[in-house]
């Protein structure tokens, strides 16, 4: 590699604002090499990951299994039935023990607390793949989607529209390490909180990139490259479906609204996507959507965060 994510090796990734820009750099181009056919060997032989999933997932959960598995690694999944975590055993407990049996962890948790109670009590690395107040994980696959798709990263315009929740947050920690010019449209009061706003800085770092938070969609989509949406009811919202859905509903990415972006303008998602609530099935199935290459990003960058962190010949 020429730029290499060394920072990684062997360090929990918890949060996107826990990376250096050189780290993000690195492990965005690990994975386009990766892409391209590099061969990152198999850092993973013989250990085992375990991989806690107290939420669904689909692209989370097969693309880290067979990330791990192309690495050599063996994983493990465990869901809520089985680890009742904080209920059947308390969280420092849980990881004390499964830091006993395996090299390292992946966790879908709500509690972001809970998930840093977890790699508090072990010594493995410990991923982040998403919590009700972050998915660092995503994001690193939107910022590859990004780089590929509108040539550069830094000084890149995406347009985020819909919840100020956790794909939300990690956006924003983005922003500030990727030097992006990031616009955040939420309906009022679904923006996101000071806390958050003031927390998307590392620490001691006042952070790159601009940040534009409004409730005026054509404000968000001037000049921008990329619409961003997520769903509008996240998992464990469901009990405020219909509410959301009235209060979401002039925010749909639909066809009048590319007709108001820029004509080059791409469409991304995280998904799963709630057809016919933040986006319609002719944007999503049109020619500016990139969604499904994005979710393909997921595997690439994840094996190149699993083999930056896990010391592959590549990093
Ligand atoms: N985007 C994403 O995290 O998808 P899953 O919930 O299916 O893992
Ligand atoms: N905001 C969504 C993201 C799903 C990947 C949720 O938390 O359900």
């Known amino acids: 590699m020429n730029q290499v994510a060394t920072g990684l090796r062997g360090q929990d990734f918890l949060a996107v604002k826990d990376l250096l820009p050189e780290d993000l750099r690195g ?14 060997g198999t850092p993973l032989g ?5 991989m806690v999933f107290l939420r669904p997932s689909n692209r989370t959960r097969v693309s880290f299994e067979a ?16 680890i009742e975590l904080g209920r059947r055993e308390s969280v420092a407990d849980v990881g004390r023990i499964l830091d006993r049996f395996v090299d390292g962890l992946v966790a879908r948790i709500p ?5 840093l109670g977890l790699a508090a009590s072990m010594d493995g690395p410990v991923i982040n793949a998403m919590t009700d107040q972050g998915h660092p994980c995503q994001i ?49 009061g ?21 940040v534009l938070v409004t409730n005026d969609l054509d404000e968000g989509l001037q000049d921008t490259n990329v619409i961003y949406t997520d769903v509008w009811t996240s998992m464990g919202q469901e009990d405020q479906h219909e509410d959301r859905r009235q209060d979401f509903g002039p925010y749909q990415i639909n066809e009048g609204v590319l007709g108001r972006a820029p004509q080059g303008v791409r469409v991304m998602h995280c998904l799963p996507a ?25 595997y690439w960058v994840q094996l190149a965060l699993l083999a930056a962190i896990y010391g592959s010949d590549l990093s």
């Open 27 to 40: 492990l965005l181009q690990m994975a386009a090499r990766l892409k391209s056919g590099a061969d990152p």
């Open 46 to 50: 013989r250990r085992s990951i375990a």
């Open 67 to 82: 990330a791990i598995n192309r690495l050599g690694g063996h994983p493990i999944a465990l869901f809520d039935r089985e």
């Open 111 to 115: 509690s972001q607390r809970d998930l």
């Open 140 to 188: 690193l696959a939107d910022c590859l989607t990004v780089q590929e798709s509108v040539g550069h990263l830094a000084g890149a315009r995406i347009t985020f529209v819909g919840d100020g929740n956790n794909v939300c947050a990690s956006w924003l920690e983005a922003a500030h390490v990727a030097d992006l010019d990031l616009r955040v449209v939420t309906p009022p």
């Open 190 to 210: 679904y923006g996101p909180s000071e806390v958050v706003l003031a927390g998307a800085c590392r620490s001691g770092s006042e952070g790159r990139g601009s």
């Open 274 to 298: 709630h057809r016919g609530e933040e986006i319609t099935d002719s944007v999503m199935d049109g020619p500016q959507s990139i969604v499904f290459d994005q979710a393909e990003n997921r």
